[in-house]
């Protein structure tokens, strides 16, 4: 069973928060605090401009203001780089974590990593043995055993909910078995290297409170849960406090957590403007928010903010190539199969000007990467072929096609009111229009409900459009749907027929899921990178960076790439 993942990032609604905590994909920031002092901290310092420079406005508690609010609280319904994801991080744990210095899995509610090593793994590479922390309470007072992460995990998949990520456990697992209060074990359907990471790891296989949920409601098939929506019982450093819609959530430090437990409880403010942002970070009345890259210059001058400029997010913007549709806007005079001849493909590959589209639209926060693996994953090779801005090569391409002389219009579907979007377009535009007169493409901006319902129509009524890839933690959640040829998009968009060798794709991104083995797993995903370089089904404009302004009270910045939102339990505030 496939499931569909080509949505909008960072809401059910699809909306698109501009820098959220899904940092460099599942990302996020690492907070060393500094304790501080009332002797440190004098109350009522300020700036010259009326802002406060030092004042602690917020005593005990970390205050986010954030660009969005979740959809659902329930692992089981929350859609992949949502808000929720970053929430839910924090009150609900999984059997495994990745911590504040590394990408290296660590125990978390299992207390070792399966491994082939370990005897975890069986020698087929098909059962996982977790054995499990004792000692664990949930929220609500219970105690974690292994029958919760068989609850938790059959539930998601009963409700396989279409807009949560069920896929994860329904496409993986074959079977699972309580072996003993503390020991679960897992089947997945076939040798999988990247389970650990994109189901184990992943959001939907959080572990939830059977007491509660059934106290509230139950499990219905394909049903969600009005209960797990807005309320939240888990294992985690915090407690669910509050939802206060369009204003606020709360997380209370959990006392009888098993681990270290956390310092200071936190508050997400609900505040979509940006400038109401920067004027809260200002007054003192943020510690954190969150920003656009180009507005960072609003806050680098107020005393007591450091900004960190670094990271990558694991949600890379590209721009598709779609082979399928029968239905383009009328001013359109390409084939339906324009885009089939590979020579093409690579034209508008040459025809996109990369360094001005980091430079320019990402205002010099982004990064190149390869075809497909972000900066940040595994198999990501600096040393990969990527496309340089050359019209003089994309000139030489397309005139071995019949389009030199008779030339095309094409266009190209972007969501309005998205620069980083519509940059890509407005740049290719101006590389191909710059290549021949005769080529001309339409940018077409549609508002937000309108180009989501474009571009989940089956096939995509556009043959061009942009947008960012959903994030990832390991290179087959970039790969199967992006680049297989009965994948997600390649079903959507007709590769098999585009591909030169499709079932050699098709066999190299199945040999990279199933080898377990990490060099010839590199191995496998390079050449994959020269193939992909060489028959593109998208053009790889660049992966966004970020900026991050902090009170500087909260110490120095770190980011961890796979994180999905902030770990608060690592932070601490005098």
Known sequence: MKMQTIKRKHSSAHSR???????????????????????SSPEGSSNSDGSSSTEIRNAGVIVHAQNGE?????????????????????????????????????????????????????????????????????????????????????????????????????????????????????????????????VVLNTVASIVSPESVEANGGIQADTPSEWMDTNMVGTGPYVFGEWKRGESLTMIVFENYWGEPA??????????????????????????????PSNVGD??????????????????????????????????????????DKRIRQAF????????????????YGARYTAYIPQGVFGYDENAPIYEYDLDMAAELMKQTPYWETGFTVSVLVQAGEPEFEGVALLMKDGVEKMNPNFRVNVVSQAETQFDENLGADPVPYALWVKNADPGADPHQFFDPHQHPDGDWGTKHGMRDAYEDPDKIAELIDAGKATVDPDKRLAIYAELQQLLYEDPMWVYAAQ???????????????????????????????
């Open 17 to 39: 928060p501009r820098i959220v905590a899904s940092i460099a994909g599942l990302a996020s920031l690492t907070l060393v605090l500094a304790a501080c002092t009332a002797a």
């Open 70 to 198: 979740p959809a659902s609280l329930d692992p089981a319904r929350t859609e992949q780089g949502e808000k929720g994801e970053a929430f839910i991080d924090n009150v609900y744990e999984r059997l495994v974590d990745v911590g504040p210095s590394g990408p290296d899995l660590i125990p978390s509610l299992a207390t070792e990593i399966p491994t082939l090593e370990n005897g975890l793994v069986s020698e087929d590479r098909l059962t996982y043995t977790f054995p499990l922390r004792e000692g664990v309470v949930f929220h609500d007072g219970t105690d974690f055993t292994a029958e919760d992460v068989l609850y938790s995990w059959e539930r998601v998949i009963t409700m396989n909910l279409p807009e949560g990520q069920a896929g994860a456990l329904v496409d993986s697992v074959d079977s699972m078995r309580v072996v003993d209060d503390f020991t679960f074990e897992v089947t997945i359907q076939e040798p999988d290297a990247s389970f650990l990471y994109s």
């Open 263 to 292: 310092k200071v409880d936190v508050r997400w403010d609900i505040t979509p403007e940006e400038s109401s942002r920067v004027l809260a970070l200002r007054a003192g009345d943020a510690d954190i928010i969150d920003i656009s």
């Open 299 to 340: 806050v680098s001058d107020v005393e007591g903010v450091t900004i960190f400029e670094g990271g990558l997010l694991l949600e890379p913007i590209h721009l598709g190539f779609n082979m399928k549709s029968d239905n383009l806007p009328s001013s359109d005079t390409i084939p339906m199969d324009f885009f089939a």
């Open 349 to 364: 590959s040459y025809a996109f000007d990369y360094d001005t589209y980091i430079n320019s639209f990402l205002d010099g």
């Open 544 to 574: 966004e960076g970020l900026a991050y302004p902090y009170r500087s009270w909260l110490g120095d910045f770190n980011i961890n790439p796979l994180w999905r939102g902030p770990h608060y339990e690592y932070y601490t505030k005098g």
